[in-house]
């Protein structure tokens, strides 16, 4: 392997790939990453066994020349340090399978890793079934569902996000039990499948995403979910189980329903959970009274805090009182991008439907606290 | 106490004083933000007993109104989270001498703090004495000796900044024993006095500093030192002890002298310093021949780096080989704004001083690591 590369490129796509590079693992190959040197240009891979992101970088003059193939595992730490303060064309050369040589200007080093046998092949996915979509869409849906997986590892399926296809629509879901965020969106292609993504692996495709590259292909096989995002590819192993049926947990009617405006209530949402924080479930009333909807928190030792916000429109019972969450109840609206809300009360213990307004796609759902 | 005061003054002000105050504490007055208000103004003060900050906002129409004079003490970490959280003015009247009534718009908060009497006092200065010095040729001062305090508690004195003034000089020094940083200025006042700083005091002093405001004035007593920048003073209790006397460890001649280019050798030594890590002093090789620096580490297991540079001016012995710590190298090179910085080797043993080129007011030794 002999290849001459400039440092911001070489030092730009280390920068994703060793997101991947665990530095505990019981694999010290996995402490490294993967350097492939083809004709066609150089491949980057960096990988904690669960996580792999992989990384192509085509030869092209100026940028990268391959003038022999040939492929080496490096510490990714040392490479990814000394690359960061290099600048200009980096040579780097293999004196044999185990040891780089790597120079650039007056600067010379010397760096061990393993060979390139000793480390794990990529999952074979069944490429037949790709789904093309539109990038921004499929982050936008995972921003917006992510957030809501349990943080506990008591039922694992639910530490992930549950990714279906079918009947030309796809769907993502996350619930901790407690509340639950549902999006979905059309598709043109027919597939039926469905898996469960560990939060993680979608927390670091929505920091791999550049917001630039347009489209994105998802494929699945039974173990892994593979996103391809242009030169940049993310593998994750998937979360083994079956995921709960949540369709029927979406109550029906409503006994209030209000409309407010999303950034509005989210400042007011924020503020009112000034005290929450001192109860377990970040206690925080609502009041709906008079054509406006109070928000409010309080601990005794230390104070209380109350504000009152005009309801744009409201259906139903005029009176209500419930304890939220103000956590998740800020969490779920800030996910919602519309100007306007819809909040759907079924009753006092009954779970709080929070909908934008105009968007079927999108819904959450919250469940309230047992305060009163 | 009635005042109206305007969210984002309130907030700014809140913002320097809270950096003093200590979440954990045997006094839980010092939790709190000490609020005083008078005819001429607003005075807001935060303190964890070794060090306090104080802002004073002088009374204005439209940005801070004084309707009842008075003071409380109130829990600094909620005040701070909801004036951050509001918009606008922001009145705030005592219900009693124990709780605050804070509204803003529609949003009201009742905070319950401790009564003002409980507060400790301000230290008193000796104001006689107090020095005027140009600030940012005090921050330079202090920023280019303050890395040099030693981290251990073993000698409490070394853990602060030694500032004297006498003969027409303020002296600024550092050291935790294996090196040394050492910066003068020119003084007009004839004072004679000096006194050891806790490094926290002299980082929060330079975090402070906005950058504008062109004055300080430092005062002392014996026991704590006040630096006042603008409406914003900070207090620290000095550290008890002698400091040791360093013009001794200065050494006079020098076997070899050197010229560099001081970025270019910062970046050599900071590139140079990829295996030093592995060291427990950081060791970095250099070597010196045939008129170029030679910077390098290495670790047997994991590879090794050198580069050269080329000497701009050399006097004395043209070879020499000696081992350094290169994490002191790089701070003592990141602290000289010159261009060009000289490299006094009295020898093998001998430390190694450091001085920007036509700059005889700031100099910094390095021990050598014992590894030939």
Redesign the interface.
Known sequence: MKITIMSEVFHQALGDVVRAVSTRTPMPVLTGVHLVATDEGLTLVGSDSDLIITRELPAEAGRLDVEQPGAIVL?AR?LA??VK??SGPIHLQLIDDT?ADIRC????????GSPSDDYPKLPVMEESETLQLDASRWMEMLKQTVFAVSKSEAKPVLTGVHISMGEGRLKSVATDSHRLAYRETMIDQHIDRSCIVPYQAIGELIKLWDGKTDAVEVAMNEHHIHCRLGETSLYSRLIDGKYPNVSGLIPEGSETLVKMETKQLL?GV??AC??AGEWKNHNVYITIHDGRMKLSSAAT?????????RIMEIEGTEEMKMTLDGKYLMEALRSVKEETVTLQFGGIMKPVVIRPEGNATHLQLISPVRAY
Chains 1, 2 share one sequence.
């Open positions: 510490p040392y340090e000394i303060k290099l040891t200007g007056e600067i010379k080093t010397k760096l061990k400042k924020d503020r000034l005290f030792q230390l104070g209380n805090i109350e504000e009152s916000q």
